[in-house]
């Protein structure tokens, strides 16, 4: 399929030090996108669909680097169908898993959690609900496995580690696991703060820098904080990206904010929601810290979309993430929604306002044009204005 936005008011890159590109239009063919800026009438017109923007603003898709997924649509946490397709309505068009360590009855041995990396991967490779991708499989590291282990599913294709719930004496125990795991090619998180789930054990900034992951899980508290001074400590003291995420101390996340910044280190600044956990359902979650970071701070909103997207696919080595030439065609179009005081989408966010998702592309392919059902409406009217396709894109409550 070749689909192409016009009529757009500002095109947000998500690169925080290039933030925005001239241009109204951005074209996308065979899920990638081909051009981003201007384009010629023909170009247009080749397209099977094109999407009229009124105006409105357009930003790479949220990635959300930290879901708690299972298997299919469905969260046993909060016993919930459905989750991932309404995260797609609040924009969230990829997600990461965090190790499925809430599927019901989880094998804790060896052959187990890797055979469990190994399904989850395997299950969503071709998955997608409501068209959003789903990185999924990442191994829970528990007492027992070796480097061979390793070796053996990188090989099969997971990619993904997550220390913080296994059966470890203490969390120094981790270190071996986390450095096997790197050094086969795969990325490394850790839970962070205190304990989240009966069994686990709190995690701290002397534990992090001993095992050294790629990524700090919610490090402002996933629910509870570290303490403040161990945020200088990772941020000084360490390479290791700092993920904040929704369900946590909103306190602590803007200070983080503000100290990444005065430390010339924003690249390492990742947003996540952590749900579905004892948090809940969070659709608009990425959206909220967007607006908290952009509203509460002098954080410029371009930034904060970075730290949802560009910065999240800088550090899992993902082609989303970027509205660029080459880059997967994930777009969201963004406005101001009816009855706010801003009538740009830009604008809104910084007033701490959620805005309106009035369309969502994935993969080059529009998944709903007009209306999200988890946001006000917008200002503008953006419409599928040509469509060589035998769909209208509206979802059944606009």
Not at 217 to 228: E, L, Q, S, T
Request: hydrophobic content about 40%; some cysteine; charged content about 20%.
């Amino acid at each position: 399929m070749k689909t192409a936005i016009v009529n757009l008011g500002t095109i947000v890159t998500g690169d925080w030090r290039a933030p925005t590109i001239e241009g109204d239009t951005i074209i996308m063919e065979q899920g990638k996108i081909q051009s981003v800026g201007t384009a010629s009438a023909d170009a247009v017109s080749s397209c099977d669909v094109v999407i009229d923007a009124d105006g409105a603003t357009a930003v790479p898709g949220f990635i959300d680097s930290q879901i708690h997924n299972t298997f299919g649509d469905y969260t046993p946490r909060q016993k919930t169908v459905g989750f991932l397709e309404s995260y797609l309505h609040g924009g969230t068009t990829t997600a990461i898993s965090a190790s499925e360590v809430h599927v019901t009855g989880r094998p804790k041995d060896p052959e187990g959690v890797k055979a469990l990396a190994v399904a989850a991967q395997r299950c969503f490779q071709t998955y997608r609900p409501g068209g959003m991708r789903v990185w999924a499989g990442s191994i829970i590291l528990e007492p027992g496995l070796v480097e061979e282990d390793f070796k053996e599913i990188a090989d099969k294709g997971v990619w993904l580690a997550k220390a913080g719930f296994g059966a470890v004496g203490t969390p120094y125990d981790y270190a071996p696991m986390v450095g096997w795991a790197k050094k086969h090619g795969m990325v490394t998180t850790v839970h962070t703060g205190g304990a989240s789930i009966p069994g686990s054990s709190g995690i701290w900034a002397d534990h992090l820098l001993r095992m050294q992951p790629d990524v700090s899980f919610h490090v402002n508290g996933g629910p509870v904080a570290i303490p403040d001074e161990d945020f200088a400590t990772l941020l000084h003291e360490s390479e290791i990206a700092l993920q904040v995420c929704t369900a946590g101390n909103l306190r602590t996340l803007l200070m983080l904010a503000d100290m990444v910044r005065e430390a010339d280190q924003f690249d390492r600044l990742l947003i996540a929601t952590d749900t579905p956990t004892g948090s809940g359902i969070m659709p608009l979650g990425m959206m909220y810290t967007i607006t908290h970071l952009a509203s509460l701070t002098d954080m410029p909103v371009e930034h904060a979309i970075a730290a949802a997207t560009g910065n999240n696919a800088r550090v899992y080595n993902l082609n989303a993430g970027f509205i660029a030439e080459g880059k997967d065609a994930d777009v969201l179009v963004l406005d101001a929604c009816v009855g706010g005081t801003k009538t740009e989408a830009l604008d809104g966010l910084t007033n701490g306002d959620i805005v309106a998702v009035c369309a969502v592309v994935t993969d080059g392919i529009p998944r709903f044009v007009g209306r999200s059902r988890n946001t006000p409406a917008g200002n503008r009217k953006v419409r599928v204005a040509e469509s060589r396709i035998m769909r209208d894109f509206k979802t059944p409550s606009s």
